[in-house]
């Protein structure tokens, strides 16, 4: 495993990779890079621990027959949505930041772009701890950080994939006010991975969440 030149931030660490963001080197929750962290439902700020708790933003009707299926109207961050008010709101605010609620501070969580962008370096598929799989980011300077592969399925809702890990983005899908977009790292079998770094995901889906800072 390649040494990567870490700083620290609030108490956390972060790894300059020569992209326009500084990335923390750990996700949200984790205590070491080898832990996954806490899963997160979008905008929420605390973990969602696999719960069936009713969404922070949705609009539940007194008497809540907890149909299956049900669409609820939302409360925040709409801009198309054919039963809920649109606010405009199209990045999460930072009272409503994973990222900048648990790491305090400048931390906040990647835009869309940002993924994109940490996805276009060089990266492969490694094994850490002696058990751990994950891929490994080698920035432009030649610094490194990993995002652990849980090959469990931990940080997904049951009607998606079991073999993906996914990580959120601030950014909601505008076309679709229900979904925002996160990085899908999908397991293609044969100790192969998929990556894309922008796929729109139901804002209720439990996922992984890693921390950014500006540069200034």
Not at 55 to 65: C, N, Q, S
Not at 134 to 150: M, T
Not at 161 to 182: D, K
Not at 193 to 209: A, E, G, L
Request: proline letters at 4%.
């Amino acid at each position: 495993m390649g040494n990567a030149y870490m700083e620290q931030a609030n108490g956390h660490e972060f790894v300059d990779l020569g992209l326009s963001v500084l990335w923390a080197s750990m996700n949200v929750g984790a205590k070491n890079i080898y832990e996954f962290g806490f899963t997160y439902k979008w905008g929420e700020t605390k973990p969602s621990a696999c719960s069936r708790e009713q969404y922070k933003f949705d609009i539940r009707p007194e008497v809540d027959l907890k149909l299956p299926g049900v669409v609820y109207p939302l409360s925040k961050y709409v801009v198309y949505s054919n039963n809920s008010t649109t606010d405009y709101r199209n990045v999460l605010e930072s009272c409503d930041d994973a990222a900048y609620s648990n790491f305090g501070g400048s931390w906040r969580m990647p835009t869309s772009a940002e993924w994109e962008e940490l996805f276009s370096c060089e990266w492969d598929l490694v094994t850490i701890n002696e058990m751990i799989d994950a891929i490994r980011i080698i920035g432009k300077n030649k610094n490194e950080i990993y995002l652990p592969i849980n090959h469990n399925g931990m940080s997904i809702a049951r009607s998606y994939s079991e073999s993906a890990s996914w990580y959120w983005s601030s950014c909601l899908n505008v076309h679709n006010s229900h979904e925002a977009w996160a990085a899908a790292i999908c397991d293609s079998g044969f100790e192969e991975v998929t990556i894309n770094p922008k796929s729109s995901t139901p804002r209720t889906m439990y996922c992984f969440v890693r921390g950014v800072l500006d540069k200034h």
